[in-house]
């Protein structure tokens, strides 16, 4: 634990500061981040004596302010899939990571969803395109690909994928055109690689030798 900026808050809690550093000079986000972590795991587990479900359950903004932890918790990087005004329960997975899980495909999906049912009116600035995002674009893709050609088996699917014209309308339908462009050539190339480990070379690379001769056709 960093027990400085431990030293730091509580002073400044009972009134001998007028403040304490989240950052100091060259600090690289390594340091910024342990220093965040032992601060917050000081304040709720030896000063509130929360469980680790608490923090999970409980946690707000407006606890965030009456303890006037509001700047450490600016540092703490959301994923992109997240509202860090809404979904604070994050906090709690990045103080205790074996404890309290963070499934990224279902909150990727569940904005997707709300995207595409116009619930939302836009996806969240970088989510295509930040480090994360072609994995963000390969989880919605695959979800797509279950919902829609669930009847297809593994081969059929490649072979779907293989016609230019069917590939073409099947990107269009999900919504994920100008985020394909930003990472692939081909839709096929896409299918093959949101299938991960469950991928099959040989399909592939015959649907490949497939998508050629169509493109030569014009199909």
């Known amino acids: ?10 002073n400044y ?3 001998n500061s007028d403040g304490y550093k989240v950052v100091q000079s060259n600090m690289n986000t390594g340091d910024i981040n342990n220093r965040v972590i ?39 990087e959301f994923p992109v899939e997240l509202d860090k005004d809404k979904d604070l ?3 709690a997975h990045i103080l205790y990571p074996d404890l309290i899980s963070y499934r990224k495909r279902d909150y990727t999906l569940a904005l997707y969803c709300k995207v595409m049912n116009k619930e939302k009116r836009k996806f969240p600035k970088n989510f295509f395109s930040d480090k994360n995002g072609q994995d963000n674009l390969k989880i919605c893709f695959s979800y797509c690909v279950q919902q829609n ?21 099947f990107l269009k339908k999900t919504g994920l055109r ?39 056709k014009g199909n």
């Not at 634990?1 to 509580?10: D, T």
Request: glycine share 4%; hydrophobic share 45%.
């Open 38 to 76: 032992s601060l917050l795991k000081y304040v709720f587990e030896d000063l509130l004596e929360w469980t680790p479900y608490m923090i999970r359950d409980y946690i707000s903004w407006d606890l965030i302010h009456w303890l006037k932890l509001d700047e450490a918790i600016k540092k703490i």
């Open 1 to 10: 634990m960093n027990f400085i900026i431990c030293a730091e808050y509580e």
């Open 149 to 169: 050609l669930f009847d297809l088996s593994l081969k059929e699917q490649y072979m779907y994928f293989s016609n230019v014209t069917k590939s073409n309308n």
């Open 13 to 15: 809690l009972l009134g």
């Open 89 to 91: 329960f994050y906090i």
């Open 178 to 216: 100008v985020a394909y462009y930003q990472f692939y050539t081909t839709v096929l190339d896409l299918f093959h690689d949101s299938l991960g480990e469950n991928g099959n070379e040989l399909y592939y690379q015959y649907a490949r030798f497939i998508l050629g001769l169509n493109q030569t």
